[in-house]
T-cell receptor, first 114, second 114 residues
């Protein structure tokens, strides 16, 4: 899964939009972009995923470039509770049978400043 | 909201003890997973189950076994705990409909083996 590049860390002011970039230049046509986050000492949390269209849910928006080589996760109004490590992964959705666990890279440590 | 619960947040056991970690999900998901997470090694899949009584080995099954007698419950068993099994253990579930990659995690169990 580690076919993505993310900045090691980012700061964002509370109340502002947090924009987290991810490069996935070798993404293939049937691979989705998934975002998870992990708050310290908690389990990972699914945020959003997309194939080529932009997606939005109650947590975040996902903007995928037209060539699909990069994407941006947007938290529209960041709060202190959004401080976490954010992981971007690319996967073929529903990838067949068998054990196929998620693997995260190092992710981006997002720190929301009061 | 999907809820995945794990029986303990923290557990301390002695070498050689048999350890049971329980996971319950309330969303009628078919797939359930057990991972361990260690600093520098990331998330590693131990076992996966895609149906009641069905299981498949993940990347690091040695020293572990699992049980899935009911759809909502997936247990991880350490037959004879060793110090190198000190870790954070994470359970996750997903449904066929949303694809295996959209996984919902429990809060984790931090196990210390002395």
């Amino acid at each position: 899964d580690a076919k993505t590049t993310q900045p090691t860390s980012m700061d964002c002011a509370e109340g502002r939009a947090a924009n987290l970039p991810c490069n996935h230049s070798t993404i293939s046509g049937n691979e989705y972009v998934y975002w998870y986050r992990q708050i310290h000492s908690q389990g990972p949390q699914y945020i959003i995923h997309g194939l080529k269209n932009n997606e939005t849910n109650e947590m975040a928006s996902l903007i995928i470039t037209e060539d699909r080589k990069s994407s941006t996760l947007i938290l529209p109004h960041a709060t202190l509770r959004d401080t976490a490590v954010y992981y971007c992964i690319v996967r073929v959705a529903g990838s067949g049978g068998g054990a196929d666990g998620l693997t995260f890279g190092k992710g981006t440590h997002l720190i929301i400043q009061p | 909201d999907v809820k995945v619960t794990q029986s303990s947040r923290y557990l301390v056991k002695r070498t050689g003890e048999k350890v049971f970690l329980e996971c319950v999900q309330d969303m009628d998901h078919e797939n359930m997973f057990w991972y361990r997470q260690d600093p520098g090694l990331g998330l590693r899949l131990i076992y996966f189950s895609y149906d009641v009584k069905m299981k498949e080995k993940g990347d690091i099954p040695e020293g572990y076994s699992v049980s899935r007698e009911k759809k909502e419950r997936f247990s991880l068993i350490l037959e004879s705990a060793s110090t190198n099994q000190t870790s954070m253990y994470l359970c996750a579930s997903s449904s066929y409909i949303l694809a295996k990659e959209t996984q919902y995690f429990g809060p984790g169990t931090r196990l210390l083996v002395l």
